[in-house]
């Protein structure tokens, strides 16, 4: 699989990442080279594009390789140097997905307060209610926490020699996206027990 695979953007090629099966001896990520694939190369073809629960405006689509040869000068790198290029396209994928979770997170919230501030319940917006307040309060605080971690993160991804950068891009995923979640979910609850009769 390979995300915007069948986009026609895609003009200088396609990755493939190949293990080296006579070297038994070494390390499993030692054996791997990777390499560009020519999108017009006799024996390459796309297959279909995978039905996404979101982000579909990133296609990911199967790529099929039969009787393909590729020569030694599409190699991308030094031979074995294919782990090292596919973590490190890894590592850009959990920025770029902690980045979605870091900028579409505050708009919840923001909505949230802003209908806790017209919606009423006893004679009073419902903002006015203390166990809304301790809701709203901890998920502004945990978005705070998201965006320290992400410009923390931010500081250190352009330094990839640095062996925290992969580790801080991990931790930067799962938090903003867990988070972006966490705030969206607690606040559709507070409108759907609203609107529940």
């Known amino acids: 699989m390979a995300a915007n695979a069948g986009s026609p953007t895609v003009s200088e090629g396609e990755r493939l990442r190949r293990v080296r099966q006579d070297r038994p001896a070494q390390a499993h990520n030692k054996g ?9 190369a006799p024996g390459f073809s796309r297959g279909r594009n995978e039905n996404l629960l979101g982000l579909r405006g990133s296609p990911t689509t199967q790529l099929l390789f039969e009787d393909v040869r590729v020569p030694a000068s599409s190699r991308l790198g030094e031979e074995g140097d294919g782990f090292r290029i596919a973590m490190t396209s890894l590592d850009e994928a959990r920025l770029n997905c902690s980045g979605h979770g870091h900028r579409n997170r505050p708009r919840s919230l923001e909505c949230a307060v802003a ?11 419902i903002i006015q209610h203390q166990g809304l307040q301790f809701l709203l309060a901890e998920s502004a605080g945990r978005l705070a926490a998201v965006s320290s971690l992400w410009e923390t993160t931010m500081s250190i991804a352009p330094n990839r ?14 938090m903003a996206t867990d988070m ?16 529940d009769p």
Do not use: G, H, I, N
């Open 32 to 40: 791997v080279s990777a390499f560009v694939v020519a999108k017009d």
């Open 115 to 125: 209908y806790a501030r017209s919606a009423c319940s006893s004679a009073k917006p």
């Open 161 to 174: 020699a640095q062996p925290a950068a992969s580790t801080f891009a991990a931790m930067t995923k799962l």
């Open 180 to 195: 972006a979640m966490r705030v969206t979910t607690d606040a559709s609850r507070r409108w759907r027990k609203r609107a």
